[in-house]
């Protein structure tokens, strides 16, 4: 199986954020209910289809880490990030990498 390419050599005049793949990630939320459900209500309870976007920071350890905001100090390397996504690679489906 190829592996996909989610970092990029950084090049004179690309910021640290340029070296992290613009993504868009569909992965499954599972659902809960603390309530009291009939039989009939609880199987027919579905898991979440959810789609996070941003920059994948790192997918190592069995997770991925997304952000989509951020800010760069005075060299380019990103000094905070904000809008993050922690999610297990188990439960993620698909991942699309923008041009």
Known sequence: MTQKK??????KGMTEVDTHARVEVTWIDPCSDA???SIKEFTEMEVATCKSSGRIYSRDK???RIYSDYSLDDKG???TVGN???VPNV?????????
Do not use: E
């Open 35 to 37: 309530s009291w459900l």
């Open 91 to 99: 439960l993620i489906k698909h991942i699309k990498v923008y041009k």
């Open 62 to 64: 069995g997770i991925t």
């Open 6 to 11: 989610y970092r990029f050599k950084r090049r």
């Open 77 to 79: 390397n990103i000094d």
């Open 84 to 86: 993050v996504t922690i």
